[in-house]
């Protein structure tokens, strides 16, 4: 299982089994973890998705349920499923899970499922709506792993399993052969719940998850917090255990690659130390900044091309600022949401083309309506029509290019492996400062003159 | 412990302490927990980190050390201490994090340190030292919880209690009286290894992180990743035991958190949907760039007031765009670094006020350097010197400006309770262009005409 990537053969695979028999598509999908499962839905369709999770069994169902991406909408699942279906799904489901997908639904639908529950699990739920989502009540789940203080040790060992049979998680530990191989994992529970004389190998789980020594650490993180691992082992080549990584590393690690995007989106090299000294911070901005002003060159050699037409009509200099910081912004907007967007799933070849489609309509939009208000502007403050038109076509242009360069731009560098946070706003920007101007200038000496 | 939050007055009876006698500096430490100690280490000078960890007990040092934003040198601290307290200290660190820490030093100096190890130890560092920072060998930690499979149940349990020993994290379990009162926690460890008769209340640990219901999530986080817990218990306010929330929720609430930072900071809504539809986006965008349509509007109201110098200068409206850009990016770099550090950890006043000299700093000195190079081209392309010196003194100023803002609005916002990364690009760049214009056009009427 070491490596998970799922790619478009996955998708093909699963598109085809969806037309084939119901057999096979169980078989191909009884292949996958859930959590894989739950990725592949974001390219397939909603009734695509209802009919999986009709034909998995209820406890994978639930899992799938519960890591799928909220913005693809696992409560709209469970809406249409069969009752039934639905009750044995919920009953699946932690309180927190189970709360969380159902808050997403109008309070009919709410109580409508919640009949169907039996009365403890829709009490639990109940109780946990009441919790603001961005809270520690929001976020917490009730089954809870708790020993009254005055138990024995014995009472106390039996209570912890009898407890931790409705909790998925719990303490792993590595097991290995006489060479130092990891052969697979254990849970203390299944361990304690054992016989003396049990051995081990008896009770080994070979379905788990690793890495490699080299593996690189977003991936670590991407792996644990898929999974809901506390810790996963590192082997070398020859599947020798190295060593295992916990989630409080990981944690570290998330927030330094989310330091480094805000960063490197802002042209501020990814190393600078946020409570460096001022001389560290010019070492890693200058030499952005000086780029910018290369570029901002190239934007001003465009100026200077059309003086003639700006020395004629004065005013352009002062819509010149707008268009340029205009489409600025909205490449930047489009950049921010690509790049975020990048960082935390892989996108298909339909996925990117969409994303581009899309930051294209929003920047046209954007665009004609900016440009709108700045036209009515013209029009009857400075009573001039047609370069209020001539305006209206700029804006509207260069947002349009704004969308497609800050979606097209991040996208690209990530197919050819460079890291797409680096198409920070100063590169974006030199795109809407060249092309804004020469948008607004060259309609005005065509138009205007 | 659940309200952990240091403050000014904290950091004042520290540094008392530090100027009085041992014995109170001793008894003051022993009430923070190691990880609110490294917290305090950001306000204390070099030579108070090295006095404190060189009288601290070493497991608590060693704590500490491994604790501290790696920003304040924790290598430093190893370096200047002497070697006997340093090698019982270097004995409590995990291999990882020793690795870690000793890695920023130079080659010399971690020979050094690993000559007063013993010999397994240093082997075990060397061995991690090959490893690069950012993969899962740079991650991991080779002390691992792992058993062989031919080992049966008595063989395993004895030797899971054996290795854990070395570990501190280890499965905890509530611990509650007859009323759901939460009365501590003890850890799975701690049971398995006692007698079959004791009582879990003789075990119990009353030391312990626990959060109520309402706590912000972002709070949550925090401790979980400060405290490094796998699961955190939830309590109302009569300190009755909720629920509890586990790590793996916690990482989903920072991504989460990250991704509104991202958006915020580049003007988009924080609740826009990555991969929402363009209805979504322009829903979100909209409003946003027609507040910077308003801004743009101020800017170039400016421009209109000096319509008649630029007439005379045309020239100038080329330089006002480059003014401008540079300015706006210069701005978003300390936004960036501002919000994001805030984002991290809460500053003190005086790190505020630093923070601010730092921008300003760093902004006149990116400033000079741009306006500088500007300059020459004035000088020998356009062969104007006096127009030279204008661009100087505008791309300075506007650059100074830029860093100010860009840090102290931000932190104002904060101050009065507003998420700093509201303070977007496109807010702060309205100070830039506005100052940017009326700097260049104002200097060159004066000096120019």
Redesign the interface.
Known sequence: MQSFELDKSDILKIKQALEGNEETLKTLLSEYHASEIAILF?SLSQEEREHIINILPSEIASEVISEM?Y??HPEKILENLDPEKRSEIMEELDY?DATDIISQLPQEQQDKILEGLDAEDASHIRNLLN??E?????????????????????E??DE?IRLSEEME???T??????SNKL??I?S?KD??K????????EL?NDDFVF???????E??AKL??QY?L?SI??VDDNMH???????????????EE??E???K????SED???????KE??KS??P???L??GT??L???V??HF?PT??KI??L??????I???G???A??A???T???IS?NDLTDK?AYQTVI??L??GF??GA??GF??FL?ALFYDAKPMLGLVIFLAMTGNLLIAGITGASIPLFLKRVGIDPAIAS??II?TFT?VFG?LLLLGLASKLLL
């Open positions: 974001e991406d913005e693809i927190d919790y603001p961005d809270t520690a009540g929001g976020l917490m789940n009730t089954q809870v792993l708790k020993v009254n203080s005055s138990l024995t040790k014995k106390a060992l912890i998680e719990f303490y530990i590595n097991v290995v052969d006489n052969v697979g254990v203390l361990i304690i054992s016989r003396y004389t049990v051995h081990i190998r080994v890495v490699r020594a080299d593996t690189d650490q991936e670590v644990l917090s809901n506390t082992p590192v255990l190295l060593g295992r990584i916990t989630f409080d590393d990981v944690i570290d690690v998330l927030q989310n330091t995007d805000i960063l989106i802002s042209g501020v600078e130390e946020l409570s460096g000294n001022w911070a010019v901005r200058l952005w900044l000086v910018n002003l901002a060159f934007a001003s050699s100026i200077r003086e700006i020395s004065v005013i200099s002062g819509y010149m600022t707008m340029a910081g205009m600025g912004n909205a930047t907007q950049l921010a949401v790049v975020r967007r935390l996925q899309k930051e309509t929003v939009i954007n309506v900016n208000i700045v502007f706003s100063i920007t400062d101007f």
